[in-house]
């Protein structure tokens, strides 16, 4: 093996074994070759982490970097791109939104900016466009104003239906609009040459799935299961560090599958709303932020399985 080779290929051993950190709270984990994660903090938004608190991830292609998703603020979309420029110093040329929740599109405008290509889902575009003025409401309050301020909207321009097949410096990009999960425009994106899926919201891993009103549990479940069915070698999940899809079941599919369960046989036995916290959701307690999540998450699903 030749000397640059092998210097090479113990950088990436390197990176691969001890994923590097960001003060503002970003981690770089290498997955293979030239497919990284860049893994947010698993809490709340925060003016620290400026609203990054999610997973990302990036391709080196031969044309450029292609990012998935783009951060959620102006900061935390430069954040990302200076973590980038640690690994190579090919711009960005296209960002691909993976659904409609502020941290995979706020960052937009700055890699617009510079040039790159804006891609997501018609779902996803019209999702942001509906609950735009709540992110930026709720993100003023976590994040505080000045970061909201120097953050403009701008939507993606490339669209697409249910699929979209990208060839990128010679990188084949598949991306896949099942239907709504976590929010209703949520997309995943398999490379499968790499077998590498980045499964945007659709997975969380390390901290509970938060099922919110925008949320469709039974259409999550499909997505997953539509996700899961090319059987990834590599996953890096919408929140959580770049695992296995086993990992990626147990911490997702199999907490919904359980909550709606749940839920539908504490309904079928008379409970009603005022009730939820009797139910027992002690399984996920290793799961970050269960605590604030977990009440919330049953009282969604009730109210979902209402209209069922």
Not at 85 to 94: G, K, L, R, S, W
Not at 167 to 183: C, D, L, N
């Amino acid at each position: 093996m030749k000397l640059s080779r092998l210097i090479l290929l113990l950088a990436y051993l390197c990176l691969a074994a001890t994923p590097l950190s960001a003060d503002d709270g970003l981690e770089l984990q290498w997955v293979t070759d030239n497919v990284y994660a860049v893994v947010g903090e698993l809490g709340n938004r925060s003016a620290e982490n400026f609203g990054n608190n999610a997973t990302f991830g990036f391709v080196v292609t031969a044309a450029g970097v292609v990012l998935i998703d783009s951060g959620g603020t102006a900061r935390g979309a430069r954040a990302i791109d200076a973590l980038i420029d640690t690994v190579t110093p090919a711009p960005v040329i296209a960002v691909i939104n993976t659904g409609g929740q502020d941290h995979r599109w706020l960052g937009n405008a700055h890699f617009k900016n510079s040039g790159a290509r804006l891609i997501a889902s018609h779902a996803a575009v019209t999702d942001q466009r509906k609950r735009q003025q709540d992110q930026f409401f709720l993100l003023g309050n976590l994040v505080g104003q000045q970061l909201v301020r120097e953050t403009a909207v701008v939507y993606a321009d490339e669209n697409f239906n249910d699929a979209l097949d990208l060839t990128i410096g010679g990188t084949r990009f598949e991306i896949r609009h099942h239907g709504p999960a976590h929010t209703p425009g949520d997309s995943y994106v398999w490379l499968p040459a790499q077998q590498v899926m980045f499964s945007g919201d659709i997975v969380y891993t390390e901290r509970m799935a938060s099922i919110g009103a925008q949320s469709s549990s039974r259409g999550w479940i499909e997505a997953f299961d539509a996700m899961a069915a090319h059987r990834p070698r590599h996953l890096v999940p919408g929140h959580g560090r770049a695992t296995t899809l086993e990992h990626a079941r147990k911490d997702t599919r199999d907490y919904l599958a359980f909550l709606r369960t749940a839920v539908a046989g504490f309904m079928d036995d008379g409970g009603d709303l005022t009730e939820i916290g009797s139910i027992d959701q002690s399984a996920f307690t290793y799961l970050k932020n269960f605590d604030m999540l977990a009440g919330r998450n049953a009282q969604r699903v009730f109210e979902e399985l209402e209209w069922e």
